[in-house]
C-alpha cells in the first residue's frame, strides 16, 4: 500500500500541502481532485521522491519510501516529455532498463506494449515524428514498460479525445494487477467518477474528503425522484418527506425520516401506474463543489 | 512484492545514462561530421608539408666544362642530398638565357681568379653558399696538391662541432609547435564536448524529460552517467585522431617525431583526463541553470573563460609564467605537457600538479554535482550561479 503521512511543503512563505494524509490501497484506483494549485502535483512529485516535503513522509507498505523502491514506481509527470529524437523503441527499452529491467526483458516488454498501443510499425521513428495523441501513448507506455508495483499519473487523459481515453484506459486495466496501487489526478470529474474506486478531495493543500466514490456519493444522497402517470401533487401532503420539487406528474423530495420513501411508493402504486421511482445518484461534481467549498 | 525481490539489478543507472549519451552521439551527424572534419584537419597537416618536400626536384645549375661540373657535384656532396644537377650549356650567353627564362637557377662560369655565381635577380643563399664552399674546397685541395700537401693534411685541425650545454629534447621550433598542439587538443576537446554536455542537460530540461529520470533514478547518478559517457567519447575522438596522424607520419617517413612525444604521451592522457573531468561537472551545471538552448551562450562563458585564459596563458606566456600555470588545475592540463616536451621537468613537478588537479577535480565534482541536484529540476526559467548556490536543495 502506498501511504503519505503529515505530508507539509512550504515554498517560501506559501504553504502548499497542510498535513495530507491518505492511502492508496492495492488493486483500486484512487482518484486524485481538486482545483488549479490544490497541491496534487505537489503531493505526486514528492511521492516520487523529485520533490522534497518540509514535513511529513510518503510510505510503502508502512516504510518510508526509499529511492530503490520508487524505481519500479510508474510515473507519468504533469509536465509530459520524453526524448524528441530518440527512436521509440530505443526510448521504452531504455526507460524499461532505467528502472531495473535486464535487456531482454526490457525488449519482451516493449514490443508488447507498442504492439497493445499499435505503435509496431512506428517503433523506429523518432518520437517527435509521431502526432501528440501517439506521443501521448509512448508516454504512459513509458510509465508502464518496466511492470511498475505503483502508479503515479498526473492528468494522465489531458488532451486525449473520448476514444483515444478509452484506449488508454482499456491499456491501465490490461496492465494494472490486483497489487499495483493507482493514484491518479484529473480534471475531468466524469472521468474520475467511472474509473475510480477511491476519492481524494485536496484544498488549498488539505484533504477536504476522502474514502470510496460510492460512500461519498451516498452520504449526501437522500433525495428520489417520482414519476407517475397522474399528478404529483399530493407529494406535499406525505409526512416526514421535504419535497424540492413537483412539476406535473414528477416529483424530487428528500427524505427526513427513515423508510418513508416506501410509503411514498405504496401511495404511487395505489393511486396509478408508477413510471420511475429511485434515489438521485448525486454527481461527483456536486460532492466535489461541496467539499471544497 | 514479489515482483520487486525478484527483480535483478544488472546495471548501475550511471552505465546506462553514459551508454545512451555515447550511443546518441555516434548517430549524432553534426558529431560525426566534426570529428570527420578534424581528422581531414590533422592528416592535411601530417601529410602536406611532407608532399612539398617531397616534390623538391634538384635546382639545376648551368656549367660550360668539366671543371664547373666537378664543383657542382662536390657542393651537392657537401648538401649531402640530390640537391643540385649539372646542366651544361655551350657558352655564357646560352648560361644567360637559362638563367633568365628560369630553365636553371644559376649558372657557374667560370672567372678569371676563380667563379661567378650568375643569377636573374637574386642567388639562392643556399646554392650560392654551398658553391661558394665547393668551389673553395676544391681550389684548395688543388693548390695545396701543387704544394705536397694531401687534402687530410690541409684539413688537419680545421674541424668544428657543436655542442650544447643545456640540449633541449627538441628543436625549439618543433617544441613550440607540439606544445601548441597538445594545448589546442585539449582547448578544442574540453570546449566542444563541454558545451555537448551543457546542450545535452538542457535538452533534457527543455524536453521535461528530466522529470521522469529524476524519479527513476537519483540525479548525481544522472550526472555521472553524463560525465563518464562524454570523457569516454573525448578520448575516444582524441585517440582516433592522434591514431590517424600517427598513420600519416609513418606512411610520410616523419616517424622520428614519434620518439620525441612518446615520452610524455602518457602524462598528457593523465593531465586530460583529469582536466576534462573536472570541467565536465561545470559543464553540467551550465546546462542545468539554462531552460533552453539560447541560455547556455550565458552559462557556458564562465567555463568558456575558464579554459580560454589559461589556454592562452599556457601558449604565448614566457618562463616563469609558464612554469605557474603548469601547477595550476586546468590550466596545467594544457601547460604541463608541453613544458615536459621543451625543457627538463624534475619528476615532482608533473606530480606535483597531477594532486592539485586531482583535488581540484575532487572538489569542483562535488561542487558541481549539489549544484546540478538544486537547479536541474527548476525548469520556469534561467538561473545564475550566485542564485544557484543559494537555493535550498528541493
Redesign the interface.
Known sequence: MLSVAGLTRRFGDHLALDDVTFDVVPGRMTGFVGANGAGKTTTMRIVLGVLAPTAGQALWNGVPLTHEVRRDFGYMPEERGLYPKMKIRDQLVFFGRLHGLDPVRAEERTDKILDRLGLTERAGDMLETLSLGNQQRVQIAAALVHEPIALVLDEPFSGLDPLAVDAMVDLLREEVTPEVPVLFSSHQLELVERLCDDLVVLSRGKVVAAGPVASLAAGSSTTYRLVTDGDAGWLRDVRGITVRDVDGSSGLFDVTEAGQEQLVLQQAMSRGQVLEFGAERVALSDVFREATR | ?S??QS?????H?WQ??AL?EIS?KLRDKTFIGSTVFMLIVVMAAVIIPALLAGNDSPDKVAVLDDAGARVVQQADLVNGDDSLEVTRVADRAAAERAVTDGDVAVALLPADNGYVVLGDDEVDSGIGNSLREAAVSLGMFANAAKAGLTPEQLQAGTAVQEQLLNPGPLPEIVANFVNIGLALAFYMTALGFGMMIAQSVV??KE????????????IRALLWGKVVGNTVMALAQIVVIAAASLIGLLVTGQADILEVIAPVAGWFVVFFVLGFLALAGLWAVAGSLATRQEDLGSTTLPGQMILMVPFFFSVFAGGTAKTVASFVPIASSMAMPGRMLTEDVPLWQPLVAIALLLLATVLIIRLGARLYERTL?Q?GRKLGYREALTLE??
Open positions: 512484492m515482483t520487486q527483480r535483478t539489478r544488472l546495471q543507472p546506462l545514462v545512451r546518441t535538452q533534457e524536453s521535461r524529460v528530466v522529470e521522469i529520470l529524476a524519479a527513476a533514478i537519483p529540476l525548469t536543495p528541493s
